[in-house]
């Protein structure tokens, strides 16, 4: 399964959208549009052209059932310098992780999914199996009850801002492990 690149860390090699064009600049209907264009394009083993270099960037994964929140969680992840891989429910957000194991070090998850399994599910079980990777939990329907968020997790209300994920973020890895953007 190849990672879902966000549109707004992209650049498609293509007519649409007009070259040297950031995805911001776009209607969200043509962020959908690029965003499928790009999606596909990686699952046929070509490539979207980056706009900073993945390679040097730790990898985060976002998931939340929700593909608008999903979007916009990504985005703010990688506003601090996180390279965002994509999940809509937990069965593939442990499908990642098993895929990329050793690379991914924050799990950013919604409490509410589908499937039977829920975010605080995930969270133990990426701590159990994963104990590196660092963990955010975000809800606006649910806090947690106790023992449903494991040791050193953090819980995040919604809706939240890029500030208060950011500073969340901070409180999370410490100064020798935070993306550059974050080293402030």
């Not at 500073?167 to 999370?172: D, G, H, I, M, V």
């Amino acid at each position: 399964m190849a990672p879902r690149v966000r549109p707004t860390a992209m650049r498609l090699i293509d007519p649409l959208p007009p070259r040297s064009s950031s995805f911001a600049a776009y209607p969200s209907n043509v962020l959908l549009v690029a965003y499928a264009q790009c999606s596909e394009t990686l699952r046929h083993g070509r490539h979207c052209e980056r706009m900073s270099d993945p390679s040097r960037q730790p990898f985060a994964l976002v998931t939340d059932d929700d593909a608008m929140i999903r979007m916009d969680a990504a985005a703010i992840i990688e506003e601090a310098g996180f390279q965002a891989l994509e999940a809509g429910n937990v069965a593939e957000a442990i499908g990642l992780l098993e895929e990329h194991t050793g690379r991914v070090s924050l799990l950013f998850t919604d409490v509410q999914m589908p499937g039977g399994r829920d975010g605080f599910d995930l969270a133990r079980e990426t701590a159990r199996r994963w104990p590196d990777i660092k963990i955010l939990v975000a809800s606006g329907a649910r806090s947690p009850g106790p023992g449903e968020m494991p040791e050193g997790a953090v819980f995040l209300n919604k809706p939240f801002s890029a500030e208060v994920v950011h500073t969340r973020l901070k409180e999370l890895f410490p100064d020798g492990e935070r993306p550059e953007p974050l080293r402030n």
